[in-house]
C-alpha cells in the first residue's frame, strides 16, 4: 500500500480540438472523465500536469463514509460508498476497501448532542450509524480508554479503500471508452470570447473547446482566475505517519476519531496509520516533517495511550484543498458559459469522487442529476445568505 501514482498504456498526442477539457487527474477527473464517457460524450480530454493520482489522491488509504451532519454530505458520500461496493463487479478492481466502520469520539455533552443529530440525518438516508457507550467504543477499538468518553458514533458500513487503485481503475475504464488523457501537460491559459470557453492552451498547444471542467484541486483558484470565475480555494498540508509494520497483526480497528482533539488513527497492513488535522499555514508545500506528533501525542495521552510516541517509519504529506466553509464547490458558471468545476472538497474528494462525477455528467448534460447541487454552488459565498453556512468539517 505504498504510495503511488497512476499510468496509462500508450502514448496520447494533444488534440487540436476537444468537446470538454478536464484540468485535473486525480480521483475527481478521471471519475467525471469515465462517467461522461458512459453516457456517450465523445472527444473528452484529461490534462494532469504530473501523472493521474499524484495528487492529494497519492494518499495510500482514504476514508469513505456516509457520516456527516449536512444531508447534502451524507447523500454525497453514501452515493460513493455504494459505489465503491460495486468496483470489483463493474471495474474487475481490488480497491483495498476494508468497510471496518468509523468511530467518532465524543468527550464532552456538546459532541454527544452534535453526533446524536447527525446519527438521526444519517439514518435517514439509511445509514446503519448509531449512538454507543464509551465502553462499547473500546470493545470496538481495543486502544481506547473508555473513562474518557461519554459515548462516540459507530457507522460499521464505513471505512478506507486505496486512492491510487480507484483512480487507475477510473482511468482505464474512461481510457477504453475514448478519453485522452495528457499527462506531464501544464495548462498555461483558458481563453474567453463574449462570456464563453473558447480554448485551452497548455505547453504542448492549443486545444479549441467550448467547455471546461476545473477538477483541479488545491490549484483550483489559479485556474479559474484563468477565466475569470473567483474560486475560492486554499491550499493546506496535511500530514500522516504510519508506524513499523509488526510480524503479527494489530487488532482490527474502525477508523477512529476524536471530536475534541482531529486525532485519527486506523490500520495500516499490520501497522497503524496515525494523524491530526493541526492547524497549518495556507501553502502548497508538501514535505513531510513530524511537528504534528507532539499534538497527536498530546492528543493520544488522553484517549488512546498506548499509541503515544509511536514508532513510525514513513509518512505522507498532501495538500487538502479547503473552501471557506469547509463543503465542496459543485457546479457550473453563471459567469462563463462553459466553465464547470469540482473541487474544494476540504479532504472528502476521494469519499466522494463517484457520485460527484454522475453529478457533473449531468450538469455537463443539462439533465437533473440524483440530487440538487445548488447548496454547493461557488454563488454561496456571494451574498450573506445564512441559510448557506454549512458545518465545517474536522477531517
Known sequence: MANQVVSLSGETTQPSRADVVIIGGGIMGVSIAYHLASAGVRGVV???????????????????????????????????????KRFGEEFGADIGLRQVGYLFLCRSEAE???????????????????????AEAARINPFLDPEVLLAASFSPQ???????????AYAAAAQAAGVRFLTGTEVLAVETAAGSIRSVT?????????????????????????????????????????????????????????????MYFHNYGNGMLLGISNQQAPGFGR??????????????????????????E?????????????????????????????????GHGFLQGPAVGEL???????????????????????????????????I
Request: hydrophobic fraction near 40%.
Open 360 to 394: 457533473v455528467r449531468d450538469l455537463y448534460l443539462g439533465r437533473q442529476g440524483f440530487m440538487d447541487v445548488s447548496t454547493f454552488s461557488v454563488t454561496r459565498f456571494h451574498n450573506d445568505d445564512e441559510t448557506l453556512v454549512r458545518e465545517v468539517h474536522i
Open 287 to 312: 514535505d513531510f516533517s513530524f511537528e504534528w506528533l507532539g499534538e497527536f501525542n498530546a492528543a493520544a495521552r488522553i484517549c488512546a495511550p498506548s499509541l503515544a510516541e509511536p514508532d513510525l
Open 202 to 262: 497548455t505547453n504542448r498547444g492549443t486545444i479549441r473547446t467550448d467547455s471546461v471542467i476545473c477538477a483541479a484541486g488545491a490549484w483550483s483558484r489559479h485556474v479559474g482566475q484563468m477565466v475569470g470565475v473567483e474560486l475560492p480555494v486554499t491550499p493546506v498540508r496535511r500530514q500522516i505517519g504510519m508506524t513499523r509494520q509488526q510480524p503479527q497483526p494489530y487488532p482490527e480497528v474502525p477508523f477512529t476519531l476524536d471530536l475534541s482533539t482531529t
Open 158 to 168: 464505513d471505512g478506507y479503500a486505496e486512492p491510487s487503485r480507484a483512480v487507475a
Open 314 to 346: 514513513f509518512g505522507w504529506a498532501g495538500l487538502y484543498e479547503n473552501t471557506p466553509d469547509h463543503n465542496a464547490l459543485i457546479g457550473a458558471s453563471d459567469e462563463v458559459s462553459g466553465f464547470f468545476y469540482a473541487t474544494g472538497f476540504s
Open 46 to 84: 484529461v490534462i494532469e500536469r504530473a501523472a493521474l493520482g499524484s495528487g492529494s489522491s497519492a494518499k495510500p488509504l482514504g476514508g469513505v463514509r456516509a457520516t456527516f451532519s449536512d444531508p447534502a454530505n451524507v447523500a454525497l458520500g453514501k452515493r460513493s460508498l455504494d459505489a465503491y
Open 112 to 134: 454527544v448532542l452534535d453526533c446524536e443529530a447527525s446519527v438521526a440525518v444519517q439514518n435517514s438516508f439509511g445509514s446503519n450509524s448509531r449512538m454507543i457507550s464509551g
